[in-house]
């Protein structure tokens, strides 16, 4: 079965502390991508990222980076120095190679609050 | 930038009436999905289409049925909305199923 958790509902940090969410994946799938998706209050889902299963190499993008572990099969993401703005809901996705058109496997989502 | 835009953000109906929420894309994608958003069920799969005229139930297509006469257009129907229907609808488009969605501003649709 093809899965993804997010463990975390909701996490609340004070703005400039750094920030983990983590995501948990199953598939039996050897090719596969994994997305991060940011939802802000407004309602957009904005991408962030995707990975592809054979690219195991950490990402960063400015205050953000990711952690690709097939070995524990987790894909977290990580704010350095947490803004107000970054206060979403923040969802992991997967979608495997041979699944239905493409069709995105989301994570519950994890409410991230950052106070001033 | 890819363009996706819904209808209307906010829609208000009553039990019984046929609901069209309207979603356009502007990057002549090839896939594009309707999904429903609930609190503590996340986001889930109502129809997608990966052609103009082509279209698969997702996981909960119960109530619903879509439309896909023109590539950059798709629209989901609510033959006879309840209260049970309501909720944000968000939709989404890819070039290619292995490619990340870029999704509309959503609709928030209330069945009163």
């Known amino acids: 079965a093809q899965k993804v958790t997010q463990a975390q509902t909701e996490i609340s940090v004070v703005e400039k502390e750094d920030v983990t969410l983590d995501c948990v994946y199953e598939t039996r799938d050897t090719t596969y991508y994994l997305f991060w998706y940011k939802q802000p209050p407004s309602g957009e889902l904005v991408f962030l990222i995707r990975r592809n299963s054979f690219d195991e190499q950490n990402e960063i993008s400015g205050r953000y980076s990711w952690n690709f572990q097939k070995s ?6 990580t704010i350095t120095a947490s803004q107000v703005v970054d206060s979403a809901v923040y969802f992991c996705a997967l979608v495997f ?3 239905s058109q493409g069709n995105l496997i989301f994570g519950k989502g994890t409410k991230l609050s950052v106070k001033p | 930038d890819v363009k996706v835009t819904q209808s209307s953000r906010y829609l208000v109906k009553r039990t019984g009436e046929k609901v069209f929420l309207e979603c ?6 090839e896939n594009m999905f309707w999904y429903r958003q609930d609190p503590g069920l996340g986001l889930r ?13 997702g ?6 049925s879509v ?8 629209s989901l129907i609510l033959e006879s909305a309840s209260t049970n229907q309501t ?4 939709c989404a488009s890819t070039l290619d199923g292995l490619y990340e969605q870029y999704f509309g501003p959503g609709t928030r649709l209330t069945v009163t």
Request: glycine share 6%; charged share 35%; proline share 2%.
């Open chain 1, 97 to 99: 190679y041979g699944g």
């Open chain 2, 59 to 64: 996981d909960i297509p119960e109530g619903y």
């Open chain 2, 45 to 57: 799969l109502i129809y997608f289409s990966y052609d103009v005229k082509m279209k698969e139930k």
């Open chain 2, 67 to 74: 439309s896909r006469e023109k590539k950059e257009r798709f």
């Open chain 2, 24 to 29: 356009v894309q502007d990057m002549d994608h």
């Open chain 1, 72 to 77: 524990t099969s987790s894909f977290n993401f």
């Open chain 2, 87 to 90: 909720s944000m609808y968000l």
